[in-house]
């Protein structure tokens, strides 16, 4: 089941507005980094998010759903999505071309899905809370870089992705913290197929309501204040 701790000894993870040199315990390299747990673990977001982008793009390949909130949800299942962490950054803008993608949005998907693992897996792990920015709302945004093929100088591409990051940052930030990758990757989707929807009249489909089933392994869950918290 996903956890919000140390993914080595299980302890609870505490950040420093320091940085600080530490080797990873997993890949054995040497990071700059504000984040290691009690126990003095630090993993670095390639060795953390490995596994969850290998899933992401196999299945995010495969899926014909038209419904990114149930293609996500059927990934952050699997054990190799954590409770938080930067593959978060790659799985909302995937699920979001492939729900495109099978809503009969036209793009190469084996290319799109690629290029999304790649901008995507450069936004760092704590961006939320030390940029101003979460990883969530930002592949919402290279979503919409990808399927219109923005550059730096395009014009109303370069709008439109930039509209769909800030829409997306809004809604999370009006939310307010402590982070949550659900959350956040759930608030991300929703806003975009309603801009793509008003953009590229492209239906994706959604669920009435999203339902989180991850609260329980959430330490910092805000519970009744978070708009997927399950009710009682």
């Known amino acids: 089941m996903?956890?919000?701790?140390?993914?080595?000894?299980?302890?609870?993870?505490?950040?420093?507005?320091?940085?600080?040199?530490?080797?990873?315990?997993?890949?054995?390299?040497?990071?700059?980094?504000?984040a290691a747990c009690k126990s003095g673990h630090f993993i670095c977001d390639s060795c953390?998010?490995?596994?969850?982008?290998?899933?992401?793009k196999a299945f995010c390949a495969d899926t014909r759903s038209r419904n990114p909130i149930a293609?996500?949800?059927?990934?952050?299942?699997?054990?190799?999505?954590?409770?938080?962490?930067?593959?978060?950054?790659v799985l909302v803008g995937a699920a979001l071309l492939s729900a495109y993608k099978n809503s009969g949005g036209k793009i190469d998907l084996e290319y799109a899905l690629s290029e999304m693992i790649r901008r995507g897996q450069q936004v760092p792990g704590g961006a939320c809370g030390f940029w101003g920015c979460?990883?969530?709302?930002?592949?919402?945004?290279?979503?919409?870089?990808?399927?219109?093929?923005?550059?730096?100088?395009?014009?109303?591409?370069?709008?439109?992705?930039n509209q769909m990051t800030a829409?997306?940052?809004?809604?999370?930030?009006?939310?307010?913290?402590?982070?949550?990758?659900?959350?956040?990757?759930f608030v991300?989707?929703?806003?975009?197929?309603?801009?793509?929807q008003e953009q590229f009249a492209v239906q994706m489909e959604m669920p009435e309501s999203v339902v989180?089933?991850?609260?329980?392994f959430n330490e910092q869950c805000k519970k009744e204040d978070c708009p997927f918290y399950p009710a009682v």
């Open 2 to 34: 996903p956890t919000s701790n140390c993914l080595i000894c299980g302890a609870e993870l505490e950040y420093d507005n320091t940085p600080r040199k530490m080797a990873c315990a997993i890949c054995g390299k040497e990071y700059e980094t504000t």
């Open 167 to 185: 829409r997306a940052l809004q809604a999370i930030g009006n939310l307010g913290g402590p982070r949550c990758c659900k959350r956040d990757s």
């Open 134 to 161: 979460c990883g969530a709302g930002v592949s919402a945004g290279i979503f919409i870089s990808i399927i219109t093929e923005a550059t730096p100088l395009h014009k109303e591409e370069w709008g439109m992705a």
């Open 48 to 56: 953390h998010m490995e596994k969850g982008i290998a899933l992401i």
């Open 212 to 216: 989180c089933g991850f609260s329980a």
């Open 188 to 196: 991300s989707v929703w806003e975009a197929v309603q801009f793509v």
């Open 71 to 89: 293609i996500m949800q059927q990934i952050m299942a699997k054990p190799e999505i954590y409770m938080h962490g930067p593959e978060h950054h």
